[in-house]
């Protein structure tokens, strides 16, 4: 596989897309949490249109990721910015791939909770949700590191597509 200079236009959509439809799994998820809460109890919980929106969101995610792993594999990402020490490399490798593992994992683990009603399952989405928001802090700090610190552009990879 050739290594490109950028990513493409619709790695760069699927890439901003993925990271708005996050934010309301996050914010809104009273909804869920108190359905599921309700479950455990053995009680039926009452109609709350915040529990398909979590569910329709969060497996339209996983959609997506898909996508994005279908056009990452088609299409190799580009070298990362030259200079940069080993040790950060693999940081950055490590938390893109924890990334792409979590937005599968997450769905796939709420999915099983919630349709087969396997109680581990969604103990194990709460422990990967704090993991995932543990990875997009770092994510977030080093490509704001890179951008005002190092001010190599990185951003720039992530809003102009290349060839
Ligand atoms: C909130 C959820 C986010 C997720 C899940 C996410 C996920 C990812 C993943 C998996 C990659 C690697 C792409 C690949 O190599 O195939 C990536 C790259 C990138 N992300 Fe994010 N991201 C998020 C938010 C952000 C935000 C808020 C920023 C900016 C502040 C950002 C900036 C970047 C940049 C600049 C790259 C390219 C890095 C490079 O070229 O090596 N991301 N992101
Ligand atoms: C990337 C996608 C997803 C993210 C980021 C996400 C995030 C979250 C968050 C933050 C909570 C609250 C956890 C807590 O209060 O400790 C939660 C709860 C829950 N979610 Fe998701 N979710 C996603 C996908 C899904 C899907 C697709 C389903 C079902 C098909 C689902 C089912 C549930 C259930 C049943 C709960 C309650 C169980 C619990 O609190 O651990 N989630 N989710």
Redesign the pocket.
């Known amino acids: 596989m050739t290594e490109p200079t950028g990513y493409s236009k619709p790695q760069i959509r699927l890439h901003w897309i993925v990271a708005l439809?996050?934010v309301p799994?996050?914010v809104l998820?009273?909804g869920?949490?108190a359905?599921?809460?309700a479950?455990g109890k053995g009680l039926e919980p009452a109609f709350d249109p915040l529990v398909p929106l979590?569910?329709?969101?969060?497996?339209l995610?996983?959609a997506l990721?898909l996508w994005r792993i279908v056009l990452r594999s088609r299409r190799a990402a580009p070298p990362l910015p030259e200079g940069e020490h080993p040790a950060l490399k693999l940081v950055a490798k490590v938390t893109h791939g924890g990334l792409y593992a979590?937005?599968?994992a997450?769905?796939?683990?709420?999915?099983?909770?919630?349709?087969g009603g396997v109680g581990a399952?969604?103990?194990?989405?709460?422990v990967?949700?704090?993991l995932?928001?543990a990875l997009v802090v770092l994510h977030v700090v080093g490509a704001l590191y890179h951008q005002f610190v190092l001010k190599d552009g990185l951003l720039l990879r992530m809003k102009t597509p290349a060839p």
């Open positions: 439809l996050i799994q996050f998820h009273d869920i949490s359905a599921w809460a479950l979590h569910v329709a969101g969060g497996l995610i996983a990721v979590l937005l599968l997450l769905p796939l683990s709420g999915a099983v909770a919630w349709f399952a969604g103990d194990a989405h709460g990967m949700k704090t995932l928001l």
